[in-house]
């Protein structure tokens, strides 16, 4: 018996180790682990050099036909050389996005028009980072309530949605000194770092919460500020494929709108209306669009109906190709019914992903300590993250002017964003600070209470 199991083992060691299976869909490479690649081998990192060069000649001016066909040549065999960088796709709101953006745009210098609409972004990952805004939206019910004032709410009880929120709302409505119109620069990304840090449950719960009257619609209209965020300073309407051809001349609007085309194309054969059949994507795709010129709105206080701020005078023979671009946003099944399924019992499964409790913010807290005759700690200091530091210090050395955004206080539950909103002229509207006041004057007589005693 024993010969028989040495007998076995020696066999088995003989056999040569099975392979271990890889996964049928690997996930796409992230372009700037692409790059690091290319860059180790100096041929490649030699046509890639090249392409820069030819990517600042097109910034410039239109290439002739023979250097675009120069380029093009070297933009084959960098792919040749280096696939990886073919198949590379980047992650929305990290870190390094505008970096890898850059890289994923640079060899596909010369983008044929259904390149344009293709995603540079991986979702692999993006159905389960949906899970909390499904869940989310379990809870959001009309009931009869405000719920965009319920959503505001619940963002001023979590302290980054609720601090990044006025940061942006600050951004969007302070005048640049000497004129009548707001930095509409710093307003979009305000409005990028709100919907990029802040957990989706919060920052598109606030965007897309259902409404049943015109007082929530309205309050719903102006979450993004619309005097600024889309506005130009003269309040004329361009041309859409003009707007559309400013963006795509910027790797991070082009990457976002060609995002929305592809996650929130319609189609009538899926239950949700959309082609990828996610109602998820296209809503996390529609907002990406927002902070970018490309920023689009609610057309009125009565209606979930959205569109761009554009027209379609003077597109000539080029008419149907802008009507199509307006109708992604005013005439689109997938947009309208991923809006739509906010909030209401919906047929798309719902995951049971809970989303995290919110934090209350330091006003709250103070009222608690007050109601338990405790005197607060004298810190109302918002502590960020190392990552939002190294990010913030990033912007003040853009070169913007002003350097920096001026942070307001934390949002109260009551300062909504109607009152936070600006005005039809677009001028700020003056900030509600009457709970601050009153709780320090609670804090004055309760601190003169006890010396006296």
């Not at 682990?33 to 050099?49: F, I, K, M, T, W």
């Not at 959001?140 to 302290?159: S, T």
């Not at 002003?402 to 936070?420: C, H, K, M």
């Amino acid at each position: 018996m024993l010969l028989m199991v040495l007998l076995v083992l020696c066999v088995s060691d003989a056999l040569p180790s099975p392979v271990p299976m890889l996964p049928l869909h690997p996930s796409s490479a992230d372009c700037v682990e692409a790059h690091r690649g290319c860059s180790a081998d100096p041929q490649c990192e030699a046509l890639y050099s090249g392409l820069e060069l030819c990517a600042a000649d097109v910034a410039v001016s239109p290439l002739s036909e023979q250097v675009a066909a120069e380029c093009l040549e070297r933009q084959d065999a960098l792919m040749a050389r280096h696939p990886a960088l073919l198949t590379c796709k980047c992650q929305r709101g990290f870190r390094k996005e505008e970096k890898c953006l850059h890289i994923y745009w640079r060899v596909r210098l010369l983008p044929a028009e259904d390149e344009l609409e293709i995603s540079p972004y991986d979702d692999s990952l993006m159905e389960s980072r949906m899970a909390s805004l499904v869940a989310a939206s379990s809870f959001m019910q009309l009931d009869g309530e405000n719920q965009c004032l319920k959503a505001a709410q619940d963002c001023g009880l979590y302290e980054k949605c609720g601090s990044l929120r006025s940061e942006y709302v600050l951004a969007c409505t302070k005048r640049v000194p000497g004129s009548n119109h707001c930095n509409q620069h710093k307003c979009h990304r305000a409005l990028r770092r709100f919907l990029e840090r802040v957990p989706q449950e919060y920052s598109l719960g606030v965007l897309f919460c259902p409404c049943t009257n015109t007082l929530c619609g309205e309050r719903r209209r102006k979450t993004i500020v619309p005097s600024c965020s889309y506005q130009d300073m003269e309040g004329l309407q361009p041309n859409c494929l003009h707007q559309q051809s400013f963006c795509r001349r910027e790797d991070l609007c082009r990457s976002r709108l060609a995002d929305f085309l592809n996650n929130c194309q319609p189609s009538s054969l899926t239950a949700s209306g959309c082609l990828k059949d996610s109602a998820g994507l296209c809503l996390r795709a529609y907002a990406g669009l927002i902070g970018t010129i490309m920023t689009p709105n609610y057309m009125s206080n009565g209606s979930a109906d959205v569109s761009l701020w554009c027209n379609c005078e003077g597109s000539g023979n080029e008419w149907q190709e802008c009507l199509r671009l307006q109708h992604m946003f005013t005439h689109n099944s997938c947009l309208r019914n991923s809006i739509s399924w906010i909030g209401s019992s919906g047929t798309l499964p719902v995951d049971i992903t809970h989303p995290p409790a919110p934090r209350p913010s330091p006003l709250v807290q103070e009222d608690e300590l007050l109601r338990n005759n405790h005197l607060p700690e004298q810190n109302n200091n918002v502590v960020e993250s190392k990552e939002e530091d190294e990010l913030t210090q990033a912007g003040e050395e853009d070169g913007d002017e002003g350097g920096q955004f001026d942070v307001i206080p934390l949002y109260s539950e009551r300062a909504t964003i109607s009152n936070l909103g600006s005005s039809d002229n677009g001028v700020a509207a003056s900030l509600n600070t009457g709970p601050a006041k009153s709780t320090l004057l609670l804090l004055l007589i309760f601190s003169s209470s006890l010396s006296l005693g």
